[in-house]
């Protein structure tokens, strides 16, 4: 018989260090396949020493991003070596022999193993098989963990694998899937675990990306509750993650959307560590669970708490949310870098009818200093319930009289009103949403009509969500401009806070742009272009940045009145004075933001020069020319994507205002305008020069319509005196040929 030589530790070391090719690295890959001796040499060498430390030693991170994949890939399989994912029966595998199995005796087992009558595998990893059993004395089903025999001489693998039976033992919770028992028998260790039909998180998100908001309360307050329990004991999980969510009973409803269940479980407790962890099983330094649900501390393998779990929780809750991972990517070295260095867009962003505090808890959850994130799992679970319960109480009162729906507003005076809140009559609603109440209202004391929007109660409960509306309110206060929304008053009566709003008529952009499809024409781009500059060059004065320019933040009105910007909520300081976003963070509409504000980094007037060419680009094209099916996508195409040119799409678009529109789209902010005055004064100079071609035009107008505002064509005054003159000098020229043929004949 040949004998196999064993690879020297150097190759391994290259390996681990990202020094190795990828031929090396495979070849030692399927070593490591038949070899349980270099396995265990393979532990004593990711425990002597670090991935951290390794890549320092050839001069390289895993921040760098230039580590071949494949090598990365293998890296990071290598290190999650013991977290054992189980994968399902293939086809062959249900009726194979395990020579560890006693025989069996009668048809329907594949043996016996100590009091457990084997009936069938639901799956293996590389370290366990996991049996559908009975104990023949207890006439119980369980879910029987065995370690692979060719895995059971290795005695770290057997230790990591008591370990998480020890663990899983400790654990009393609803929440967690019970351990009942953990054994040896025919040389085998067992785990004896109790028996659970539905189908894991995984598999429902596979199925529908996105689930209803009071599913996804559900699911992550049972889930922070078995995990308040988890660390009570002093256990860290540490792959938190749909696949290790366990819905027992699941059933898709009649729709094929909605699901019922009766409790979510926590599965899988191979990655458990106690917070005080013998260091030979895992050093610090190791990178163990799964890229794209874990910490930032985690990925770089430093130490981790019971905060690492409250991250990968966070990423379960935005899944399930957007329907996509936070922190997206083909590969694992992109997951890695988005994990340290990409904000993921705010949930309401993605899905509008996500809550507000369910939207600003998950952001706490991804936080990437474990600083930032809730102090434990107990207050995610009442932040949960708090949000739960805002839900019902609009349910219930949706239905009910509007006296009763507006607890906050004071008894009305009079037969037309709904209530009053301070001096104002608050008379219909005109619109909500997850932050609070827009009101048609007058003003008692100067009889004038105004936009009442009003914060719901248990929203300002939250500090942040209080401080974000009262900097809306106060910025565009400081704004005196026809383009600008006017803000009247922002105050707080009857403990919540609102702001009087001039009130408009008319609609946003957005939906007037869903009347009227199709590239619109030139003198419509132009006045929009026009009024938002004449905003932004007001707003940008003063000091401040809007971030969030996009057609649904642009009111056309009825008549020829301006564009006008609205909701500063996103608003900050050009200085850097809000310490409301920290810094970093990504905010706005992906689709419309500049690339500096998609990267987190520091934003100014040019930031808003860049959404409006947006805006503009999308008035012709339908779209904005960035909009991707995913997040990441979107984002890839912010940074990489140059659109056409609007002549390519639209040939009744100037080349001067496609240049224009060119420049503002311009991914350098250095090769913008300088701000939005100088924007403005190009696009005069633009009008100007169509003027001279055209004749004097006179201003579009946004006219009334049955159902929404309507833009009409320019009109050339001076066509009329143009072709008075080409008849007169057609006349003229007759008469001059008479004339000369008069003279030949004489």
Request: glycine share 8%.
């Amino acid at each position: 018989m040949k004998q196999v030589l064993c690879p020297p530790d150097g190759e391994y070391e290259q390996m681990l260090g990202g020094s190795a090719d990828v031929e090396l690295v495979e070849a030692l890959k399927d070593h490591l396949d038949r070899c349980p001796q270099c396995r265990q040499r393979l532990e004593q060498i990711l425990n002597a020493d670090t991935i951290a430390e390794s890549l320092t030693k050839s001069g390289t991170t895993l921040d760098d991003g230039i580590l071949d994949e494949k090598i990365l890939q293998s890296i990071f399989s290598l290190r999650t070596f013991a977290a054992d994912s189980l994968l399902p029966v293939q086809q062959g595998e249900a009726d194979q022999k395990f020579d560890f199995l006693e025989s069996a005796s009668h048809e329907n087992e594949l043996g016996r193993l100590g009091p457990f009558i084997i009936r069938r595998v639901l799956g293996r990893g590389g370290v366990g098989i996991v049996f559908e059993a009975d104990h023949q004395h207890l006439e119980r089903r369980v879910a029987l963990k065995v370690i692979r025999p060719e895995r059971a001489a290795d005695s770290l693998t057997r230790k990591r694998f008591l370990r998480e039976a020890k663990a899983a033992c400790k654990i009393s919770s609803d929440y967690v899937a019970t351990v009942y028992e953990m054994g040896e028998a025919n040389g085998v260790v067992f785990i004896a675990m109790e028996f659970l039909t539905g189908r894991t998180l995984n598999e429902v998100l596979s199925t529908n990306s996105k689930l209803p908001i009071p599913i996804v309360l559900r699911i992550g307050g049972e889930v922070a509750a078995g995990m308040a329990t988890v660390h009570a004991e002093g256990l860290v999980h540490r792959d938190i993650k749909p696949a290790n969510i366990f819905l027992e009973g699941c059933e898709f409803e009649n729709d094929g959307q909605s699901i019922r269940f009766r409790r979510a479980k926590i599965l899988d407790f191979g990655l458990a560590r106690p917070l005080q962890l013998d260091q030979h099983l895992t050093k610090t330094g190791t990178v163990i669970g799964t890229p794209s649900y874990m910490a930032p501390e985690q990925a770089r393998g430093h130490r981790v708490d019971a905060r690492s779990d409250l991250f990968s929780l966070g990423c379960v809750l935005y899944q399930m949310i957007a329907g996509q991972v936070p922190f997206p990517g083909p590969t694992l070295m992109q997951v890695l870098h988005s994990l340290t260095h990409v904000n993921p867009p705010p949930l309401t962003s993605l899905r509008a009818e996500t809550p507000s505090m369910l939207d600003n808890l998950v952001f706490q959850l991804l936080s990437r200093d474990p600083a930032g994130r809730p102090a434990d799992m107990a207050s995610v679970v009442r932040e949960l319930k708090a949000v739960e319960e805002v839900g019902r109480q609009i349910a219930r009162t949706e239905p009910m009289a509007l006296e009763k729906a507006y607890e906050f507003l004071s008894p009305p005076e009079k037969p037309d009103e709904i209530g009053r809140l301070d001096q104002y009559r608050v008379l219909t609603q005109l619109g909500s949403g997850g932050m609070g109440f827009v009101f048609h209202a007058e003003d008692a004391v100067l009889l004038r009509p105004v936009a009442l929007k009003v914060m719901r109660p248990e929203v300002a409960s939250q500090e942040m969500a209080k401080a974000r509306f009262l900097r809306e309110g106060r910025a565009a206060a400081k704004l005196k401009s026809e383009h600008i929304i006017s803000i009247y008053q922002v105050a707080e009566a009857n403990g919540v806070p609102y702001m009087a709003l001039e009130l408009l008529e008319g609609a946003t952009l957005e939906d007037w742009l869903k009347k009227t499809p199709g590239p619109q024409p030139t003198p419509v781009l132009v006045k929009v272009a026009r009024d938002v500059l004449k905003g932004l060059t007001a707003a940008h004065e003063k000091g401040l940045v809007h971030r969030d320019i996009k057609p649904a933040n642009l009111w056309v009105e009825t008549t020829s009145k301006p564009v006008k910007l609205l909701d500063f909520g996103l608003t900050r300081d050009a200085g850097g004075t809000d310490h409301v976003t920290p810094e970093g963070t990504m905010v706005g509409s992906p689709a419309y933001m500049a690339p500096e504000q998609a990267r987190g980094t520091a934003v100014d007037g040019r930031t808003d020069l860049f959404s409006l060419g947006v805006v503009l680009y999308s008035m012709v094209s339908g779209s904005s020319p960035f909009q991707r099916d995913t997040i990441l996508a979107t984002l890839s195409a912010l940074a990489m994507h140059e659109p056409p040119s609007l002549t390519t799409l639209s040939n009744a678009i100037p080349p001067a205002f496609s240049d224009f529109v060119a420049c503002l789209l311009n991914k350098d902010p250095s090769r913008r305008p300088a701000h939005a005055k100088a924007a403005l004064q190009e696009l005069e100079e633009i009008e100007q020069s169509l003027k001279s071609i055209s004749g004097p035009v006179k201003a579009s107008k946004i006219v009334d319509s049955p159902n929404i505002a309507s833009v009409t064509k320019w009109t050339v005054s001076g066509s009329k005196k143009v072709l008075l003159l080409c008849l007169g000098g057609l006349l003229a020229a007759i008469v001059l040929v008479f004339v000369i043929i008069k003279i030949t004949n004489r």
